[in-house]
């Protein structure tokens, strides 16, 4: 007899620190992490587990911090 599948518990999604919106596994998505801005995706990497983070659509970190999102 086989063992039935186990699913690992699911966290909360990740929000927007800024609309409070669902950030998507494939969106891009800004990264604020000690006064660094680093843009990524779920989908690419999990997020730092770290300390104080603030986590962005694009869109909304432009909205809130006049530089835009790193890398442009």
Known sequence: MSEPLRRESVSEPLRCSHCGDVIGVYEPLIEL?????RETSLAAEAPS???ES?????A???RG???GP???
């Open 33 to 37: 992490a000690g006064g660094r801005a």
């Open 49 to 51: 587990a770290g300390g």
């Open 70 to 72: 790193p890398g442009e």
């Open 60 to 62: 909304c970190y432009r």
């Open 65 to 67: 911090h006049s530089a």
């Open 54 to 58: 603030g986590f962005y659509h694009r």
